[in-house]
């Protein structure tokens, strides 16, 4: 830490991603991407004029791919925000609508941003117990009285609550905004995008970079009341207004465009978790039903870092947590088979 940092960050603690080892070719199960290239129509929406226009600065207003978002999901441009990853969506929710008077609450174990940008912004926030099957209690967020954060599904957990629980969560905090993180949903989840045309205070976060093979490319985008919306514009607009750049504007487009090859995607995702979970259980791992691309999983015959260290001698990345309540759990991202029949393998050599 430089002397010249101000001492309103001195104690902040940033974000850790998870490792992008270079040292060899791992198989890479740690940070929840595709196992599948992007859309071939993504691809080929990247021409060598589209790249040579970089010289140009991006559409501002991000017309062509808001429209495919609202289009797709069948809500008016107006309802749609665009961001770099849906980090700076939530980002953009901490800085626009957080504070001293309108605090903020999330589970205890979710996404670990979340702590990070209350941070950032020095704001006192409240981190709500998951009950001991590692589930959110709907009632904990009921009549909070404070601005509400939520993946659902969870991470690392895997767990989804229903679109009811949620509706009830949403309803009874009129006053407060409600953000559903939805990183995950397209694995198995039910969506609570309908909820926004009844509801003016739910923004749902979504994003490119697990569902549709595009992490690198960072987009994501939120869905809400247009007067959220404007607000989430008006931060952007004070703060990067090219937010997207031109290639990631094409991506996007192709690929929600490309329903096929994403449901095609999906549906191996699922398979090759289903086939990961049950071996899993086969081997006596404790292993929570996942609604996600990653099971969330542990041991009695190895610690879980222990079992991380072993399979990453072995050139198999999985993200495990320092934390006390989850310590002896690992996260696995669903690969394609292959990868998880060799994962399997591999966790049967380590135990024995
Ligand atoms: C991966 C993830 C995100 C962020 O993804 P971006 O790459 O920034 O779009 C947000 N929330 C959760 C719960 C995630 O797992």
Redesign the pocket.
């Known amino acids: 830490m430089s002397k010249y940092l101000s001492p309103r960050l001195s104690s902040l603690k940033e974000y850790t991603p998870g490792e992008q080892p270079r040292d060899k070719k791992y198989i890479k199960l740690n940070t929840?991407e595709s196992p599948y290239p992007p859309s071939p129509k993504a691809i080929a929406a990247i021409t060598r004029s589209q790249t040579e226009d970089l010289r140009l600065y991006s559409d501002p207003e991000c017309k062509n791919l808001k429209q495919a978002i609202a289009d797709y999901y069948n809500v008016s441009i107006q309802n749609v925000f665009v961001s770099n990853?849906?980090?700076e969506s939530?980002n953009f929710f901490f800085m626009a609508f957080c504070d001293e008077e309108r605090k903020v609450c999330f589970p205890e174990i979710s996404?670990g941003?979340y702590k990070v940008f209350a941070g950032l912004y020095g704001l006192d926030y409240e981190a709500i117990p998951l009950k001991s099957d590692f589930s959110i209690e709907p009632s904990d967020y009921m009549n909070r009285g404070k601005n509400i954060v939520i993946?659902n599904p969870n991470?690392p957990t895997g767990l989804a609550l229903s679109i009811n629980d949620i509706e009830a969560i949403v309803k009874s905090n009129p006053d407060y905004i409600v953000v559903i993180?939805e990183?995950?949903v397209d694995f198995g989840a039910e969506s609570a995008v309908e909820l926004t045309k009844k509801y003016n205070n739910l923004m749902v976060v979504q994003?490119?970079?697990?569902s549709r093979s595009l992490?690198g490319a960072?987009?994501?985008f939120a869905i809400a009341d247009s007067e959220i919306i404007k607000d989430l514009e008006k931060i952007k607009y004070s703060t990067n207004p090219y937010n997207i750049n031109r290639l990631t504007l094409l991506l996007g487009e192709a690929a929600i465009s490309d329903t096929e090859y994403f449901e095609l995607n999906r549906d191996s995702v699922i398979k090759a978790r289903e086939y990961t979970e049950s071996e899993l259980i086969k081997l006596g791992f404790t292993v929570l039903p996942s609604k996600t691309n990653f099971v969330f999983a542990k041991s009695d015959d190895i610690s879980g870092e222990k079992l991380y260290k072993e399979l990453k001698d072995r050139g198999i990345l999985v993200r495990h947590f320092n934390d006390k309540k989850i310590c002896e759990y690992n996260r696995i991202t669903i690969g394609t088979m292959e990868e998880m029949k060799t994962f399997i393998k591999t966790v049967k050599e380590i135990i024995g």
């Open positions: 929840n990853g849906s980090d939530l996404y941003f993946a991470a993180d990183a995950y994003t490119f970079s697990k992490a960072r987009l994501g």
